[in-house]
C-alpha cells in the first residue's frame, strides 16, 4: 500500500513562489492518477490539479491555471506542484491524493471521493 508524503509548504508573500512535494513511499505513481488539492479553513476541499496515469497529461482548475504546474521526478516516485504568483486566497492546506483503481481522468478528477490514498497535507500561508 502506498504512503503518500507532502512536504514544502510554508509562509511566503503575495506573488512568491513554492514548490510543494509528494513523495510515495512503498510503491511509485506509475498507473496511478494523481492530484493535488486543498482546503482553507471553512471551505470544502478544492482539487486544483492533475496528472493522469495513462499518458500523464495534466489539468488544472480555472483559479490556478498558468500559476501552478503538476510534474512528477523520472523516477516516477515524486510528484510536484511549482506554485507561482501566490495570492491570499491560495492558504490552504494542501494535500496530495492517488487513484490506483483507474476512476480518474480530465473529466472526473475534481472529485475527491475517487481517490484511494491522501497524504497529510502541508500548510500553505501566502500574506498580503
Known amino acids: 500500500e502506498v504512503q503518500l508524503v507532502e512536504s514544502g509548504g510554508g509562509l511566503v508573500r503575495t506573488g512568491g513562489s513554492l514548490r510543494l512535494s509528494c513523495a510515495a513511499e512503498g510503491a511509485t505513481f506509475d498507473n496511478y492518477g494523481i492530484a493535488w488539492f486543498r482546503q482553507a479553513p471553512g471551505k470544502g476541499r478544492e482539487g486544483i490539479s492533475f496528472?493522469?496515469?495513462?499518458?500523464?497529461?495534466?489539468f488544472y482548475a480555472d483559479s490556478v491555471k498558468g500559476r501552478f504546474a503538476i510534474s512528477r521526478d523520472n523516477a516516477g516516485n515524486t510528484v510536484y506542484l511549482q506554485m507561482n504568483s501566490l495570492e491570499p486566497e491560495d492558504t490552504a492546506v494542501y494535500y496530495c491524493a492517488a487513484d490506483s483503481r483507474g476512476l480518474t481522468d480530465w473529466a472526473t478528477w475534481p472529485n475527491w471521493v475517487l481517490y484511494n490514498f491522501w497524504g497529510r497535507g502541508t500548510q500553505v500561508t501566502v500574506s498580503s
Open positions: 496528472m493522469a496515469a495513462n499518458d500523464a497529461s495534466t
